[in-house]
T-cell receptor
Framework: EPEVTQTPSHQVTQMGQEVILRCVPI?????FYWYRQILGQKVEFLVS????????KSEIFDDQFSVERPDGSNFTLKIRSTKLEDSAMYFC???????????FGDGTRLSIL | GDSVTQMEGPVTLSEEAFLTINCTYT??????LFWYVQYPGEGLQLLLK?????DKGSNKGFEATYRKETTSFHLEKGSVQVSDSAVYFC?????????????FGDGTTLTVKP
């Protein structure tokens, strides 16, 4: 069964550095998402992306965050200047169409030192 | 805005016990409802879904029925196993938006003891 794949599985970065989290959604999917889960807390929506543009973003997704689909297969989340509170598990998800459930990757654990 | 409220955990059961994890929701539209499971150190896996009122989602012995009148989607399993130990998340997704983001509950940690 096709999967959403995320790399790396664990990223350790110094505070203030830029980080890029990578995702390869399922190939025929059209809707793409990033979520984050701070340790022990709920899964929070960050941003959704459809038709090569952001369709919705949460208040967490401020100017430090950006997303790109650079080549038709990858979907990236960039954090420009990381803060300690950005430490979390980041999940990518994709779905084919509106009524279908989202398929999640295994996540990237981001640790900011 | 949309919200999902789950029964607080953690929940500890003996093997073969009956499981119920309560989930209620608030939504502006007519959402699809989901249960996801997260095993230790892993990502979110879709467990089951329901897209309209009175639909019953089922998978691996788990069931949940979409109850519009009570805005609920309680997860049940008749006989749990040690391997069911995980965190369970109830979630909803609005159908009539392009974004279709999911809104998650806080998660309920289930531990099944042999």
């Amino acid at each position: 069964e096709p999967e959403v794949t995320q790399t790396p599985s664990h990223q350790v970065t110094q505070m203030g550095q830029e980080v890029i989290l990578r995702c390869v959604p399922i190939s025929n999917h059209l809707y793409f998402y990033w979520y984050r889960q701070i340790l022990g807390q709920k899964v929070e929506f960050l941003v959704s992306f459809y038709n090569n543009e952001i369709s919705e973003k949460s208040e967490i997704f401020d100017d430090q965050f950006s997303v790109e689909r650079p080549d038709g297969s990858n979907f990236t989340l960039k954090i420009r200047s990381t803060k300690l509170e950005d430490s979390a598990m980041y999940f990518c998800a994709s779905k084919r169409e509106g009524l279908q459930p989202q398929h999640f990757g295994d996540g990237t654990r981001l640790s900011i030192l | 805005g949309d919200s999902v409220t789950q029964m607080e955990g953690p929940v500890t059961l003996s093997e073969e016990a009956f499981l119920t994890i309560n989930c209620t929701y608030t939504a502006t539209g007519y959402p699809s409802l989901f249960w996801y499971v997260q095993y230790p150190g892993e990502g979110l896996q879709l467990l089951l879904k329901a897209t309209k009122a009175d639909d019953k989602g089922s998978n691996k012995g788990f069931e949940a029925t979409y109850r519009k009148e009570t805005t609920s989607f309680h997860l049940e399993k008749g006989s749990v196993q040690v391997s069911d130990s995980a965190v369970y998340f109830c979630a909803l997704s609005e159908k009539d938006t392009n974004a279709g983001k999911s809104t998650f509950g806080d998660g309920t940690t289930l531990t099944v003891k042999p």
